[in-house]
């Protein structure tokens, strides 16, 4: 262990000397292998969290085995290196100076940090490096390009590079590729950038790169692609653009570019992308457009091109997608774009283009359609042709002016995801056939003269994930089957009469957004929901709802609009628990009390509350009044209450027979009372009549203790059986006394005196009577 730890002491020692005092470029066989010094001295600057270069190991002569080294089968040196999304980190160190015949150099996808080594491209074999998406900064040296010998590769895209992009450019001439994209570069284009004529592919997108793009393009003649998207570039196109007869790819969208397009362009007949989006260019789209054939990527949009959509494009035959959005064109489609029998997405969307919609739209296997926000208008024809089709999943003819009925076949269309035919003059009602899509992801069809019921098909759009019907003529129930649309988040129906709206509307648990503004709302104990009515008179017809606290159940809920309606009491103290809540707009209602306290509530906008002149708190600058218990008061006079009004017949009934079985036991009980009376009577006169003269004696004694007993003497109103064959009975006066002779005591007992007369004892032993 103490020889291996002396070992390696050895070797970084050694490796720290070769940094200092590297070797000539041009060495032969050498005793010590460079190339292991120099990665291990690479990887001592780095970190790996994922161990990904646990087989580089400081005690071996050859690297040819070890993770992301490639060498040369003869001389077994290094010459390439990839380590490409390894999660590296640290700073990209001297040690890679080390590998005299390395020619590829792959460290793209880690997170290398620090500047770029300028003497990295000094590498006498070195032809391709890549360190794009780490995060180096700082400049790049000017000496960096200055120096290359033999580079023709260089990507330091999706860094932070900044500063100016070197004018020693031009030195590199070898550059056969150049991509400094995404990057903080900033200043004019170098003039030497022109000067690379090697130079094939040349990608500056994504900086801040301002000025005019230089003449002298033309002498790139091998360019075959060139991205200068989402810069800050102005000025016109150089003349000479359309002289790289080579190019493919252009892209310089996104910019500050004015001016027409140069005519040298129609040269540009190999080009398959033509992007110049987002600009400021002017004047009519050139006809000699549709001599670029091999043209399959065409985007002019956002841009000020005025005139009419040339014929010329229909010469396109290998056009995949055209896209002229958002410029001025007037007029109507020429039937020549139905011959690019190849288009697949068309976007003519926010220009002035009138006419019908030509039928070819629906006749070439197109995958989305756009002409929103024009001014076409008549039918929406779609020929039998679309019958099946699979491929269109985009729809959007909104914002024009076609009328007529929603097209039947448009259900035809399997692969439909999102249909957008708002804002247009369509009436009669809803084809079922469209609600029966299952691929259908987004349905708008507000603000037409569409009347009718919603159709229950609807509940077969189990992708359905947005419903937008407001502001047409819609009557009837929102059918149930709705809820088998379990994706929807958005929906805006806007009936016009009154509807009871199902419970299952609270089970959506995806992120949510309900809007019911405008619309007159009721919920009862089925969370029903009444919607809109749209005079004032009827306004006034409208039910009182409120807010039921199971909407605190939509966890996941986003935005609530139940603004201009007629919702009243108080709002549930539940509603505060909803986590994602980003709006909530009750405006306009009649609601009263205190809001509910804490997470979105503590800072809801007022507008979202205004209108409402029962609600108080904070939010709206009004106190709460002190609510006070309200006093019970009991009417003496009244029999019942207004609660046993409501009871049921159900319940009086069983009142009465509860009744009836009362006075039923008392009677008998009444009854049984009176039968024992009698039976004691009874038996009192028949020991009356059997008493003796030899009782008198005992009759005078009992006749004096109940005469001389004060009504406090516990012996009091006893009823005492004495035996007439006892010897000592004179002499034991105090056997009046005996529990044994007591037969009873109290009312009852001087009640029998009265009625018996007392003319004799009773000598049954049997009848006894315990004290009452």
Known sequence: MFLGRRMRNLVFYLASLLLFCPLPAKSGSPGLNDDVLGLIVFKADILDPLSKL?????????????????????????????????????????????????????????????SLNPKLSQLESLRVVDLSENNLSGVIPDEFFGQCRSLRSLSLANNAFSGHIPSSLGSCSTLAALNLSSNRLSGSLPKGLWSLYGLRSLDLSGNSLVGEIPGGISRLYNLRSISLRQNRLSGRLPDDMGSCLLLK???????????????????????????????????????????????????????????????????????????????????????????????????????????????????????????????????????????????????????????????????????????????????????????????????????????????????????????????????????????????LTTMRPSIDQPVFVPAFLYKFSA???????????????????????????????????????????????????????????????????????????????????????GNFFNTIPPSSLSDNPGLCGSAVNRSCPTVLPKPIVLNPNSSTSSADTSLSSKNTRHKKIIFSISALIAIGAAAVIALGVITVTFLNMRVRASTDPHSAAALALSDGYYSNSPSTDANSGKLVMFSGSDPNFSARAHAVLNKDCELGRGALVQSIRRFSGMGGLWSSRSLRFQAW
């Open 54 to 114: 646990a087989s580089w190991n400081e005690d071996e002569d050859d690297p040819c085995g070890w993770t992301g080294v490639k060498c040369n089968a003869k001389t077994n040196r290094v010459t390439e290196l990839s380590l490409v999304g390894f999660s590296l980190s640290g700073k990209i160190g001297r040690g890679l100076l080390q590998l005299q015949s390395i020619q590829k150099l792959y460290l793209s996808k880690n997170n290398f940090s620090g």
């Open 249 to 487: 790819y252009l892209d310089f969208s996104v910019n500050f570019l004015t001016g027409s397009l140069p005519d040298s362009m129609h040269r540009l007949s190999m080009c398959g992308h033509l992007r110049l989006a987002s600009n400021l260019f002017s004047g009519k789209v050139p006809t000699w457009i549709g001599e670029m054939k091999n043209l399959e990527f065409l985007d002019l949009s956002r841009n000020w091109f005025s005139g009419r959509v040339p014929d010329s494009i229909g010469k396109l035959q290998l056009l995949k997608s055209l896209d002229l959005s958002r410029n001025r064109l007037a007029g109507g489609l020429p039937e020549s774009i139905g011959a690019c029998r190849g288009l697949t997405d068309l976007d003519l969307s926010g220009n002035s283009l009138t006419g019908n919609l030509p039928s070819w739209v629906f006749e070439l296997k197109l995958q989305r359609i756009s002409v929103s926000g024009n001014k076409m208008s008549g039918g929406i024809s779609i020929g039998v042709s679309a019958t099946g089709d699979r491929t269109l999943s985009c729809l959007d003819l909104s914002g024009n002016a076609f009328s007529g009925a929603i097209p039947l076949v448009l259900g035809n269309l399997l692969s439909l995801q999102q249909l957008n035919l708002s804002w247009n003059l369509l009436s009669g009602s809803i084809p079922a056939s469209i609600l029966a899509l299952e691929t259908v992801q987004v349905l708008d069809l507000s603000r037409n003269l569409i009347n009718g019921s919603i159709p229950p098909e609807i509940g077969k759009a189990v992708s359905l994930k947005e419903l937008r019907l407001e502001k047409n003529s819609l009557t009837g129930e929102i059918p149930v089957q709705i809820g088998n649309c379990s994706s």
């Open 511 to 597: 992120e949510g957004h309900i809007c019911l503004g405008h619309s007159s709302v009721d919920y009862p104990f089925a969370f029903g929901l009444t919607l809109p009515a749209k005079s004032e008179d009827a306004l006034a017809e409208q039910s009182h709802g409120s807010i039921t606290p199971t909407l605190a159940n939509l966890t996941n809920l986003h935005k609530v609009d139940l603004s201009f309606n007629r919702l009243s009491g108080n709002l549930p103290k539940q509603l505060s628990n909803l986590p994602h809540l980003l709006s909530f707009d009750i405006s306009h209602n009649l609601f009263s009390g205190d809001l509910p306290a």
